[in-house]
């Protein structure tokens, strides 16, 4: 891999400020074509014990810093994020396999919450209460929660990772991260960059294992760990839960979607298309946010189709380095085949597949960009999380079946409404039963404001001050005078 800056192109964990080596090695490849692009170092429950030892270590010096010293070396580090923007996003295409234009966009996302924090934390204000008693005086600090342990996922290797990190480390915490062995080359680069900016030895640390059952077990129950985050799929974040439970370990779990998107019979017919194109097909349709349920009025369904339909011919897929490309390869095989497997479930249970609904010549991870109709919400399509390139169209008929359809699911992450009547949207976004609702709008995610569900999709928070109060203990205290 040729990078300007090869300094940053890192093959072993990093452990205490030391880059370690594994007694074996992860091959990294590249998911449109397979080529190997590295052997990283496996590391081991063991390696994630010296991380959690070493963060613990390095918290009482981390934690006593000032918010602005803290918040300088922040900084710092987001500076070199942004001076190495072009050979982070490479790195993130090739493991990732996302276009290299959504790459830069996602190092710039990430890196604005490096710099978010590093303001932010100069605002962790305490209170002073008017007492009950003129005998005492009550007031509240806000405290560091110690060290927190992370496992982040291969759709936003660079993002999930500043999103946590910055935060935690911002309140004064010190952090060990387990990131996804398919986009473990984004994790480290962080890493190279934040031991140049500065952060001293053990406040961050970064193990890449294949051994998830092990590392996890560690990092949500070791006892020198004080709070636990993760994004990933609902089925493993309730296994991850459970282990914390046994230590009353504090946790922030961003899980699982089913997100529909609403297009009512008022809605401005080229926008609805442009930000449901923006919100499915955005890294080839692998994000916990992507439109899931399309339901669209009965009255409008025909020319949505139509505008849909034209709208995804004009995708272009391929290899994510390569010039105008907008759509990458999935994962790895295992996610095209199960896009397929959803395809062929609708067909056999009534849906016509209208554009696409096949694999592609490009390699053994592309599936096409794919549109159906005829979806129903007893088919598995409707019901499940898609995580690929895949639009079902369903039809409605009023506010009130729309509302209740959508709601009839255990996840509550994010859903859209589109709508040019401020009354209905205005009803309808305080009727959904999710943690984030866009309205007339395809991609919402931002720094300031805080990302999170409900129901089985999550607890807590990331992002705004919100996800600043993630990594804060509130001490009251109380002063007899």
């Known amino acids: 891999m040729r990078l300007a800056n090869q300094d940053l192109l890192k093959n072993q964990n990093y452990i205490g400020g030391e880059w370690r080596d594994g007694a074996s090695a992860i091959e990294v490849r590249d998911p449109a074509n397979g080529e190997l692009l590295a052997r990283v170092a496996d590391g081991s429950a063991a390696d994630a014990k010296s991380a959690v030892a070493a963060a613990s270590a390095a918290f009482p010096a981390w934690k006593s810093k000032t918010a602005a010293e803290r918040a300088a070396v922040l900084k710092r580090w987001h500076q070199l994020i942004l001076e190495n923007a072009d050979d982070l996003a490479r790195i993130l295409t090739l493991e990732q396999g996302k276009p290299l234009a959504e790459a830069k966009g996602e190092i710039a996302y990430g890196a604005s919450y490096i710099e978010w924090y590093a303001e932010e934390c100069r605002r962790a204000y305490g209170q002073t209460i008017p007492t009950h008693n003129p005998a005492m005086r009550l007031s509240t600090i806000r405290q560091p929660v110690g060290v927190v342990t992370c496992i982040t996922p291969w759709n936003f290797p660079n993002a999930m990772i500043t999103r946590k990190a910055a935060p935690a480390l911002a309140a004064g915490c010190t952090v060990v991260i387990k990131p996804a062995m398919e986009t473990p080359l984004s994790a480290l680069a962080l890493c190279a960059l934040a031991e140049q900016a500065g952060l001293p030895a053990g406040t961050i640390n970064m193990v890449v294992g294949s051994d998830a059952p092990g590392i996890g077990k560690v990092l949500t129950q070791d006892a020198r760990v004080a709070k636990f985050t ?169 506010e009130a079946e729309v509302i209740r359809r959508a709601n009839d699911t255990p996840y509550g992450l994010a859903a859209y409404v589109m709508s040019e009547n401020i009354r209905r949207a205005n009803r309808v976004v305080e009727a959904l039963d999710y943690g984030m609702v866009a309205c007339n709008a395809g991609v919402f995610s931002t720094t300031v404001a805080p990302f999170g569900g409900c129901k089985e999709s999550g607890i807590g928070r990331e992002g705004g001050v919100e996800g600043m109060a993630e990594f804060y203990e509130t001490k009251y205290c109380c002063f007899g005078v």
Do not use: W
């Not at 097909?281 to 946010?289: E, F, K, L, S």
């Open 230 to 398: 993760f994004t990933g799929s609902t089925a493993v974040g309730k296994l991850l839960m459970a282990q914390c439970a046994s230590g009353v370990k504090k946790m922030s779990m961003e899980l699982g979607g089913n997100a529909p998107f609403i297009v009512f019979d008022d809605a401005h017919l080229d926008t609805a298309v442009s930000a449901c194109v923006a919100t499915k097909m955005r890294n080839a349709g692998q994000t916990c946010v992507s439109a899931n349920r399309i339901y669209v009025h009965e009255a409008m369904h025909d020319a949505f189709v139509e505008k849909l339909r034209a709208a995804i011919t004009e995708l272009k897929v391929g290899h994510g380095c390569d010039e105008g490309v907008t759509v990458g390869p999935l994962i790895h095989r295992r996610a095209a085949e199960r896009v397929n497997d959803l395809v062929q479930d609708a067909i056999a249970a009534g849906a016509r597949v209208e554009l696409g609904g096949d694999f592609l010549s490009h390699g053994e991870n592309y599936f096409a960009p794919t549109l159906i109709t005829g979806v129903r919400d007893e088919m598995r399509i409707a019901q499940e999380e898609i995580f690929g390139p895949l639009a079902p169209v369903q039809k409605f008929s009023d």
